[in-house]
């Protein structure tokens, strides 16, 4: 709106309230070399909260179709770990599936945002029935069709026109980026069948504040929520969440799984989670006020890390180029002075530029060789465990840095 209030994008009618802004931020596009890099463009990162729903969001979302143009940076690179998070929940729905009643027939899954297929093809395996939907899908390893679109409630109307509905659609870390939350679920509700289940995964909103998580702050990710804000949109559209589980993904994220109100017996993890949340003053501004004080103070003890280790002529780079990476680096102003390289295994950076603050992108051979640096800053620090164990195992004999929660140079690792 043009005097500079935004809107719940699900209350509609309650003006949010801001209270954090992370600078102007990139997409995660990493520029080919110097002459891109002077052309990208970048906007404002500011977040504001829903005093009604909770519901954490951008004020000033940018259009999907600009951010994720060209060579998006989610098809490359799932980790072991997150292969085996899919194959759990391919698990899970099979389990779901196995305790329904009725005559058994073949059931039918739509995943919206199917990235590499890895998900539907563990569902085929399981006897679902598939279909993906996704702008930058690709053939997937065992041939599962991939409709290659945004989902949208006018797909779903075409979509439907030649499927049976689905018994289960899914969107994993889709639901918080898509820039029509009510078109979408229109699209779901639509696609849906009666006693259908509409799963998705999403970063939870309460492990983010207490873990200090701003850089999961990225324009792609447009909102963040709490199991408040996900039942009061839900409402909107007839859905009501019947269970929610939380889960590691992502450094704490919930599953949640919904359907038509009234279609599913709702579970006491509903009631549970809800009752936690009420402690937690997700409507309050105090709340966030706090988070926002401590992400600033943050950033002064990160910089003042890096210099302190860098004294002494030691050399620091950073291991791995997560998409959360780039706020991080950018409202830290981390950038070639502060961090000689990002190190890479996927061939689609390795030779580019980080977003924003144009850090060059090199193999982690750099990173683990004979000349390699003292310091590794860990970005993908959600996932510390797995990347740490893989850099030595590769030849990185130096220190590891986290930067969060707390900035701290880890000896033990
Ligand atoms: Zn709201």
Redesign the pocket.
């Known amino acids: 709106m043009s005097d500079g209030t935004t809107l ?1 994008q ?2 509609g009618d ?1 003006a949010v309230t801001k209270f954090l802004s992370l600078g102007l931020q990139p997409a995660c596009l990493f520029p080919a070399n110097a002459a891109e890099a002077e052309t990208e463009q970048a906007w404002p990162l500011d977040l504001g909260f ?1 005093p ?2 909770s ?1 954490v969001q951008i004020t000033e979302p940018v259009d999907e179709r600009i951010l994720f143009a060209g060579d998006y940076h989610h098809i490359a690179g799932l980790t072991g770990g997150y292969r085996r998070h899919l194959q759990g929940l391919a698990d899970e729905l099979a389990k779901f599936r196995d305790s329904l009643d009725g005559a058994p027939r073949r059931r039918s899954v739509i995943e919206i945002g199917s990235n590499d297929g890895s998900l539907l093809d563990e569902l085929a395996k399981r006897d679902f029935g598939v279909l993906g939907v996704d702008p930058n899908g690709v053939e997937t390893a065992a041939g599962s069709p991939v409709v290659k679109e945004y989902f949208s409630a006018d797909l779903a109307t075409r979509l439907l026109a030649g499927h049976q509905p689905a018994d289960v659609v899914l969107a994993l870390n889709t639901f918080a980026h898509i820039t029509n939350l009510r078109d979408f679920l229109d699209g779901v509700c639509t696609v849906l069948n009666d006693d259908g289940i509409f799963v998705s995964e999403s970063h939870y909103l309460p492990d983010l504040l207490q873990t200090l998580q701003y850089d999961f702050a990225y324009h792609e990710h447009s909102r963040y929520y709490s199991l408040m804000a996900l039942q ?1 949109v839900f409402k909107l559209h007839g859905l009501e969440v019947f269970h929610i589980e939380r889960i590691p993904t992502h450094g704490g994220s919930v599953r949640v799984y919904a359907g038509f109100e009234g279609a599913h017996e709702v579970r006491d993890s509903v009631s549970t989670l809800r009752t936690y949340e009420d402690t937690l003053q997700l409507t309050s501004e105090a709340t966030y006020r706090e988070f926002a004080g401590r992400v600033e103070e943050h950033r002064d003890r990160l910089r003042a890390l890096l210099a302190e280790v860098k004294r002494d002529g030691s050399r620091v780079a950073a291991a791995s180029s997560p998409a959360r990476a780039v706020t991080l680096l950018n409202y830290c102003s981390l950038g070639p002075a502060e961090l000689d390289f990002l190190s890479e295994i996927s061939p689609r950076k390795i030779g580019k530029l980080s977003p924003g603050t144009h850090i060059p992108v090199v193999h982690q051979d750099r990173l683990c060789g004979p000349d390699q640096p003292e310091y590794a800053l860990l970005l993908s620090w959600h996932i510390i465990d797995e990347l740490a164990s893989r850099l030595r195992q590769e030849g990185f004999t130096g220190k590891f840095l986290v930067p969060l929660p707390e900035p701290q140079v880890l000896d033990e690792l």
Request: with cysteine; hydrophobic share 35%; aromatic share 0%.
């Open positions: 719940c699900t209350c309650v829903c009604q729903c519901l009061a």
